[in-house]
């Protein structure tokens, strides 16, 4: 027999059933629905299950039947006596509630039970993140109860997360180099040997990653994790690759806030070649304000030493505040706050910078999820930076991004879905040559429901 839910979790599942309506349909009621509903309440699930199953095939439109459908399947699955008939039922499940939440993502009950499924399924990254949003549609009191429940479950069973992604990358400006090929030094003009001059391509985007928690107490993990991107262009000068691993203690502090420190490794190569490496640490402060706003704390210091270019190792510290806003069940919008400094051997490359980012995504009818984000950065540098000042005052840089993204819950191959990004970045400097302008597109694909 497989491992069930605890006795607390289960009772939230009951509960949830009973406090939150079932979503209407505009078409008449089916004798086979009300059967079905009639053995569901009466608790033979594996029953309406096989009324349901054809039903569903000859009315693929009818939001009931794939609800009715869903619902049966969790309950089902719950009195499975292998892990295999398990995962199909909620699989079932799963898919029949996507299926109504691509043209209808602000039916919050559909949302709770798919919620359920995955919670069930344990992959409570999904989970969680549904619940979040039935939390954010106003439920209530009772079922934000049970809720919270089902989270702190998700919170206390953690141990294992992992992400895997890729995209194809097509970029106008792969170096972000300027477009600029005279340099004026006294007010005469010279023509500069451009190392790296514009060039635009297509590349591909991998990254990857994952973390294990391990108990140390009720309320203290060990975290132990490590994260890796790798960027390819034709050719081999953009290429980019990053490692990183850290390891360090994580308290769960209360119900809605945690703390973490952790001692952090980082390396970067360019082309083949070892590039920088960062040895340090950084902390972070998660924190549920309510139901629907989170914040992110983080700072971080490393001492950063380059294989080559020995004037620019020193160290690098920086500091950000990120908050997310559930607005909606179908809309999100977030927003951070930082302050990065480099203090580098040479006085010329020491800089500060102080960013600010806000967006928003949206789940619109027809399964399309819409998201906008725009981002400014200030930074300023010391020293003298003649020539390419002509007065030989400190560099200082503005930095502007747009993004848009684009995907279809529909369209989508075991959980994963494309998504398009499109982002536009421009940097303007009174440093000579040092300005650009580049347009990078990406074809990701990135998992839903």
């Keep these: 027999m497989i491992r069930k839910a605890t006795c607390s979790v289960c009772v939230a599942a009951v509960l949830l059933l009973m406090l939150?309506?079932?979503?209407?349909?505009?078409?008449?009621?089916?004798?086979?629905?009300?059967?079905?509903?009639?053995?569901?309440?009466?608790?033979?699930?594996?029953?309406?299950?096989?009324?349901?199953?054809?039903?569903?095939?000859?009315?693929?439109?009818?939001?009931?039947?794939?609800?009715?459908?869903?619902?049966?399947?969790?309950?089902?699955?719950?009195?499975?006596?292998?892990?295999?008939?398990?995962?199909?039922?909620?699989?079932?499940?799963?898919?029949?509630?996507?299926?109504?939440?691509?043209?209808?993502p602000n039916l919050e009950r559909v949302r709770l039970e798919l919620a359920r499924a995955f919670f069930y399924k344990k992959e409570d990254s999904l989970a969680r993140k549904h619940f979040e949003r039935v939390l954010a549609g106003k439920p209530p009191d009772p079922v934000v109860a049970n809720v919270q429940r089902f989270l702190n479950e998700i919170r206390a069973r953690r141990r294992w997360s992992m992400y895997l992604g890729a995209a194809v990358t097509p970029s106008t400006n792969i170096?972000?180099?300027?477009?600029?090929?005279?340099?004026?030094?006294?007010?005469?003009?010279?023509?500069?040997?451009?190392?790296?001059?514009?060039?635009?391509?297509?590349?591909?985007?991998?990254?990857?990653?994952?973390?294990?928690?391990?108990?140390?107490?009720?309320?203290?993990?060990?975290?132990?994790?490590?994260?890796?991107?790798?960027?390819?262009?034709?050719?081999?000068?953009?290429?980019?690759?990053f490692l990183s691993a850290h390891a360090g203690p994580l308290w769960l502090?209360?119900?809605?806030?945690?703390?973490?420190?952790?001692?952090?490794?980082?390396?970067?190569?360019?082309?083949?070649?070892?590039?920088?490496?960062?040895?340090?640490?950084?902390?972070?402060?998660?924190?549920?304000v309510n139901r629907r706003i989170f914040l992110t704390g983080r700072a971080s210091w490393y001492d950063r030493e380059y294989r080559t270019v020995d004037i620019l190792d020193g160290s690098v510290f920086d500091i950000s505040l990120n908050g997310t806003w559930v607005v909606l069940p179908i809309l999100q919008a977030n927003g951070a706050i930082g302050y990065a400094e480099e203090y580098t051997d040479a006085?010329?490359?020491?800089?500060?910078?102080?960013?600010?980012?806000?967006?928003?995504s949206i789940a619109l009818p027809k399964g399309f999820s819409l998201g906008l984000s725009g981002e400014y950065r200030k930074t300023e540098y010391e020293g003298n930076w003649f020539p390419f000042t002509e007065d030989g005052s400190p560099r200082s840089d503005r930095t502007e991004i747009l993004r848009l993204s684009l995907l279809n819950r529909g369209w989508t191959v075991r959980g994963f879905s494309p998504q398009f990004v499109v982002t536009h970045e421009q940097r303007d400097t009174n440093a000579q040559i040092y300005d650009y302008d580049r347009t990078n597109g990406e074809v990701r694909f990135v998992r839903q429901f």
């Design 20 to 104: 939150v309506a079932v979503p209407a349909h505009a078409d008449e009621a089916m004798p086979e629905t009300s059967e079905a509903r009639a053995l569901i309440n009466a608790g033979k699930f594996n029953e309406a299950l096989a009324i349901l199953r054809p039903v569903a095939k000859t009315y693929p439109e009818h939001t009931n039947i794939h609800f009715l459908r869903a619902l049966a399947a969790i309950e089902s699955s719950r009195l499975a006596e292998t892990e295999e008939e398990q995962k199909s039922l909620l699989d079932e499940a799963i898919a029949a509630l996507h299926k109504i939440l691509i043209d209808q």
């Design 175 to 241: 170096g972000r180099t300027s477009d600029s090929d005279i340099i004026n030094i006294f007010g005469l003009p010279f023509r500069r040997d451009a190392d790296e001059p514009r060039r635009s391509g297509v590349g591909i985007s991998l990254w990857t990653g994952g973390e294990y928690l391990h108990p140390l107490g009720n309320r203290l993990r060990l975290r132990l994790g490590s994260d890796a991107t790798r960027e390819e262009y034709p050719g081999s000068q953009f290429d980019q690759t």
């Design 253 to 288: 502090a209360t119900r809605d806030t945690s703390v973490s420190l952790v001692a952090d490794a980082r390396q970067r190569w360019l082309a083949t070649s070892p590039y920088y490496l960062d040895l340090g640490a950084r902390s972070e402060v998660r924190h549920r």
């Design 347 to 360: 006085k010329t490359w020491r800089n500060d910078s102080r960013w600010a980012r806000l967006g928003a």
